[in-house]
Nanobody, 126 residues
């Protein structure tokens, strides 16, 4: 079992930046991919970005690819999401997720990940 804990959310204005962190603990040695998802009120949880834990290869959803950067400190079991030029539509609870093995066709799907954090709220005011 791996445990995930997010931090770094908050209230910001449109155009601001924010960095989310996710600390992984427990059985992290066999993790394959870590990702960020978000869920706005009344909407389904959606994929934001993912990264291959060992190789560091990033993947993004189109709406954030030129604004967000996913990264990790492998030796410290830390995952980050640097969010720049935030927009009100980025407002959501952001979740860290991890998988021991996920194929490319599931990388952007909620059911591709076994482990989830509790989430951190990001609110962007206009």
């Amino acid at each position: 079992q791996a445990q995930l804990a997010e931090s770094g959310g908050g209230l910001v204005q449109a155009g601001d930046s924010l960095r989310l962190s996710c600390a992984a603990s427990g059985r992290t040695f066999n993790l394959d991919t870590l990702g960020w998802f978000r869920q706005a009120p009344g909407k389904e949880r959606e994929f934001v970005a993912a990264i291959r834990w060992v190789r560091g290869t990033p993947y993004y959803t189109d709406s954030v690819e030129d604004r967000f950067i996913i990264s990790r400190e492998y030796a410290k079991n830390l995952l980050y999401l640097q969010m720049n030029n935030l927009k009100p539509e980025d407002t959501a609870v952001y979740y860290c997720a991890a998988s021991g093995s996920v194929g490319s066709w599931l990388r952007s799907r909620v059911n591709g990940y076994e482990y989830w954090g509790q989430g951190t709220q990001v609110t962007v005011s206009s």
